[in-house]
């Protein structure tokens, strides 16, 4: 079993940055494939990005791109998502997660492994 936990959420002010961490225990996951998932309020959860298992692939929702950045750290058997030039629209509770399946998918029903979310607010 593989264990998430996300941190660096917090409150912003809409221009401003914050990078979010996802720490993973009982197993590397230097294998599976990882995401970023978010859910605002009212909102179903909806993809942000994914990296594959060999960090040579990446995608992103339209809302993000060119905004946010994924990236993992095999060695230290984390993930991270770097959000750039935030807005309010942005403001949700962030979820990481994993899979064993390679190739890409955003469909959040396909991911066996997720955090308990962190709060992003991003204020206008």
């Known amino acids: 079993q593989v264990q998430l936990v996300e941190s660096g959420g917090g409150l912003v002010q809409a221009g401003g940055s914050l990078r979010l961490s996802c720490a993973a225990s009982?197993?590397?996951?230097?294998?599976?494939?990882v995401a970023w998932f978010r859910q605002a309020p009212g909102k179903e959860r909806e993809f942000v990005a994914y990296l594959s298992w060999g960090g040579t692939s990446t995608y992103y929702s339209d809302s993000v791109k060119g905004r946010f950045t994924i990236s993992r750290d095999n060695a230290k058997n984390t993930m991270s998502l770097q959000m750039n030039s935030l807005k309010p629209e942005d403001t949700a509770v962030y979820y990481c997660?994993?899979?064993?399946?390679?190739?890409?998918?955003?469909?959040?029903?396909?991911?066996?492994?997720w955090g308990q979310g962190t709060q992003v607010t991003v204020s206008s």
């Open positions: 009982g197993r590397t996951i230097s294998t599976y494939v």
């Open positions: 997660a994993a899979r064993r399946s390679r190739g890409y998918s955003d469909k959040s029903e396909t991911y066996h492994y």
